[in-house]
């Protein structure tokens, strides 16, 4: 999910930011071609628990952090290669919660090191990086999610963020998918009905397309990633690498509550495939346009894991419940 979703849209958008300079000559990684965010007291103190590259890394500086502005500091130089403009870049992603160290999400990341790839704060931090490298940034919440912008996952506007990045590879970024027209979108999911198993949510559909799902009574929720064909559409095959455009509601299983939904925004979103959760990228690789597909998915089968679902104010061990209807999809050009 991307933009308002949930927190893994913190680094993939669509917009285009403003050209970065240069780095400035003091700045450890000589020879970057991005702007490096300023290094700062809050961000060169910062200490961690765990290995390089784990996905158990944990803060281990006391909290609150309270940063004004952002600041990014490398705390362990690599000695690979250094990020280019044009690369691609594999990193181990982790969020804290400055307010109580809390982990928000921790999982590896696939990141295009473009302006129009990445958010400006993104870029300035892990453009100016190498293989190797831990590079850390801080940095009040508005000024990654916009003003309210964190209200969506628990989060106060006094929040500030703790953005870690563990970079274990680079290359060369491949050719990126293109873009639809909103006019070239189907309006919700068109096409065959197919049977739903037994055991699993069923799907009542409003007439503008919008689902509501309802779980079944004295089941529990799959304990594997569990993905469901529940309208067949004979659109084109989604590839791996498309920015696919979908509608979709997201509910809890234990509570049957929503938690995320563009159908309540009001709009269908877009993501590339390589950019989201593994529960939305099993789902919709190899589906069609047109298909409605139903996406169980447990914390750590595709999921945001334990530490993701509680920070943003779920149960450690809940499982999610997603409809996608897929309305379009664009290949790599």
């Known amino acids: 999910m991307k933009r308002s979703r949930a927190l893994l849209a913190l680094i993939p958008v669509a917009l285009t930011a403003t050209l970065l300079t240069a780095c400035s000559a003091d700045d450890s990684n000589e020879g970057s071609s991005f702007e490096c965010a300023p290094e700062g007291s809050i961000s060169k103190a910062l200490e961690f628990d765990g290995d390089f590259g784990t996905q158990e890394l944990q803060l281990a500086t006391e909290t ?65 990086a190498a293989v190797g490298d831990r590079v850390v940034a801080v940095s009040p919440v508005s000024d990654i999610l916009g003003e309210g912008g964190g209200a969506a996952y628990g989060l106060e506007e006094s929040d500030s963020l703790v953005l870690v990045f563990d970079v274990t590879e680079t290359g060369e970024t491949p050719a990126a998918p293109g873009t639809l027209d909103p006019s070239e979108l189907l309006s919700k999911a068109e096409g065959e009905a197919q049977p739903v198993p037994e055991g699993l949510p069923s799907v009542e559909l409003a007439e503008d397309g919008s689902p509501t799902i309802t779980m079944p009574d004295g089941v529990d929720a799959p304990a594997e990633l569990t993905v469901t064909t529940l309208i067949k559409g ?100």
């Open 64 to 128: 609150p952090i309270e940063a004004t502005a952002l600041e990014r500091s490398t705390l362990i130089e690599g000695d690979g290669e250094q990020v280019k403009e044009g690369d691609t870049v594999t990193a181990q992603f982790t969020i804290f919660k400055g307010s109580d160290g809390s982990v928000l999400q921790s999982q590896p990341s696939t990141l295009a090191i473009d302006e129009e790839s990445l958010l400006p704060w993104a870029l300035q931090t892990v453009g100016c």
């Open 234 to 333: 004979a659109g084109e095959v989604v590839e791996d690498g498309d920015r696919v455009y979908v509608h979709y509601r997201g509910v809890i299983w234990r509570t049957g509550e929503e938690f995320d939904s563009s159908w309540s925004r009001g709009a269908p979103t877009d993501f590339t495939t390589d950019g989201v959760i593994g529960g939305f990228q099993q789902a919709l690789v190899g589906q069609t346009v047109g298909s409605q597909v139903m996406s169980i998915v447990p914390a750590e089968d595709g999921g945001y894991g334990a530490d993701g679902l509680v920070g943003m104010g779920h149960e450690a061990d809940d499982v999610m419940v997603f409809v996608l209807d897929i309305l379009g999809t664009a290949h790599a050009e």
